[in-house]
């Protein structure tokens, strides 16, 4: 069974920082590009960040560049989000979302129609 299994939300003050895992099973984890998007009530959801787990390619958002990094932990088949100064407008829930590595700009574009989509964890970030 595939599983994608967020964890790490919570609620912060502007400033803050948190860390969301992704804590993937059930597929080759090293064939795959895994990352975040997040869901704001009433939007589309938006591509945050990825990394390719074969050769450490990744990608961010403009709105996030210089303040989350993403990483990778093949040991543990799981992906990391480290958010730095989070700003009110980072809240959302936050999905991951993995796909057969078919390049970037497949994984951005596909949104929910990645292979997998995880049911997301809750970042809440007060002014």
């Known amino acids: 069974e595939v599983q994608l299994q967020a964890s790490g939300g919570g609620s912060v003050q502007a400033g803050g920082s948190l860390r969301v895992s992704c804590a993937a099973s059930?597929?080759?984890?090293?064939?795959?590009?895994i990352g975040w998007f997040r869901e704001a009530p009433g939007k589309e959801p938006e591509a945050v960040s990825c990394?390719?787990?074969?050769?450490?390619?990744?990608f961010y958002s403009d709105l996030v560049k210089g303040r989350f990094t993403i990483s990778k932990d093949s040991a543990k088949n799981a992906v990391y989000l480290q958010m730095d100064n989070l700003k009110p407008e980072d809240t959302a829930v936050y999905h991951c979302?993995?796909?057969?590595?078919?390049?970037?700009?497949?994984?951005?574009?596909?949104?929910?129609?990645?292979?997998?989509w995880g049911k997301g964890t809750l970042v809440t970030v007060s002014s």
């Open positions: 990394i390719s787990i074969n050769d450490g390619q990744t």
């Open positions: 979302a993995a796909s057969l590595d078919g390049g970037i700009g497949l994984w951005r574009l596909s949104s929910r129609g990645n292979d997998y």
């Open positions: 059930g597929f080759t984890f090293d064939d795959y590009i």
